[in-house]
């Protein structure tokens, strides 16, 4: 953690520009700890510091750490082209905070996205390289079939890539439910490996990433939270 001047500190938390954040101080709409303060110039130790702005408390973060129930429909762009971004769901300080989505979701699959503004964790998550498994719920058009577990675990090969595509774990949940386990992150893989497999893939919803499940954090669809450093762990 560092000091710098309160204006500073607004900016780095998203609230807008240095001239825009300024405003907001000498309006008297800050207050750092709990004490009002309208001088933009005043520099605070960023550690534990709490601002709050319109009455509402904001704890400083250097970088955000968030995980998002994704609804269908949104696109997991900074610049969407058909539907809202994922963008949208989140206060507008995320934005200014230069927040993005950790790999993507198709804009017609649910369930947990993660987004930050810290570069090297937004890499580091989405290299192939780190094996990380990602719990998938694939419901299919035909009904599934123990021939299709098999042939998912076995691996099926997928145009463009070298080598078959094998899922870590497949179960059958239902009729035309399916769990799948991947590590590879490959485009529209779920989607694609079913079909090579001779189904279809009619809805697909990711409920955990690693050890991180959307059953543990709670939040509804539309819905987000920040990630503490024991939940972060889990994604290893």
């Given at each position: 953690?560092?000091?710098?001047?309160?204006?500073?500190?607004?900016?780095?938390?998203?609230?807008?520009?240095?001239?825009?954040?300024?405003?907001?101080?000498?309006?008297?709409?800050?207050?750092?700890?709990?004490?009002?303060?309208?001088?933009?110039?005043?520099?605070?130790?960023?550690?534990?510091?709490?601002?709050?702005?319109?009455?509402?408390?904001?704890?400083?973060r250097?970088h955000?750490?968030?995980?998002?129930?994704?609804?269908?429909?949104?696109?997991?762009?900074?610049?969407?082209?058909?539907?809202?971004?994922?963008?949208?769901?989140?206060?507008?300080?995320?934005?200014?905070?230069?927040?993005?989505?950790?790999?993507?979701?198709?804009?017609?699959?649910?369930?947990?996205?993660?987004?930050?503004?810290?570069?090297?964790?937004?890499?580091?998550?989405?290299?192939?390289?780190?094996?990380?498994?990602?719990?998938?719920?694939?419901?299919?058009?035909?009904?599934?079939?123990?021939?299709?577990?098999?042939?998912?675990?076995?691996?099926?090969?997928?145009?463009?890539?070298?080598?078959?595509?094998?899922?870590?774990?497949?179960?059958?949940?239902?009729?035309?439910?399916?769990?799948?386990v991947?590590?590879?992150?490959?485009?529209?893989?779920?989607?694609?490996?079913?079909?090579?497999?001779?189904?279809?893939?009619?809805?697909?919803?990711?409920?955990?990433?690693?050890?991180?499940?959307?059953?543990?954090?709670?939040?509804?669809?539309?819905?987000?939270?920040?990630?503490?450093?024991?939940?972060?762990?889990?994604?290893?």
């Amino acid at each position: 953690m560092s000091k710098l001047s309160l204006d500073r500190i607004l900016q780095s938390q998203g609230f807008g520009t240095r001239k825009y954040c300024r405003a907001l101080i000498e309006d008297g709409e800050v207050a750092v700890n709990g004490a009002p303060h309208s001088n933009y110039k005043t520099t605070f130790d960023t550690e534990d510091l709490v601002l709050t702005i319109f009455d509402e408390e904001w704890a400083y973060r250097e970088h955000v750490y968030l995980a998002l129930n994704k609804p269908a429909n949104f696109e997991c762009s900074r610049k969407p082209s058909h539907h809202p971004g994922v963008l949208t769901l989140l206060p507008e300080q995320f934005t200014w905070r230069e927040v993005q989505p950790v790999g993507r979701l198709d804009h017609d699959t649910t369930g947990m996205l993660l987004m930050s503004d810290d570069g090297p964790f937004i890499h580091a998550q989405s290299s192939p390289k780190r094996h990380v498994p990602k719990i998938y719920q694939a419901t299919t058009q035909d009904p599934v079939t123990p021939e299709l577990v098999a042939q998912l675990l076995a691996g099926v090969k997928l145009h463009d890539e070298p080598a078959p595509l094998a899922a870590v774990t497949c179960i059958e949940r239902g009729e035309h439910q399916l769990e799948i386990v991947l590590e590879q992150g490959k485009y529209h893989q779920v989607k694609r490996m079913l079909a090579a497999a001779g189904n279809h893939c009619v809805a697909l919803h990711r409920s955990a990433i690693g050890g991180l499940t959307l059953a543990s954090l709670g939040i509804a669809e539309g819905e987000w939270c920040y990630l503490d450093q024991s939940q972060l762990d889990l994604l290893r």
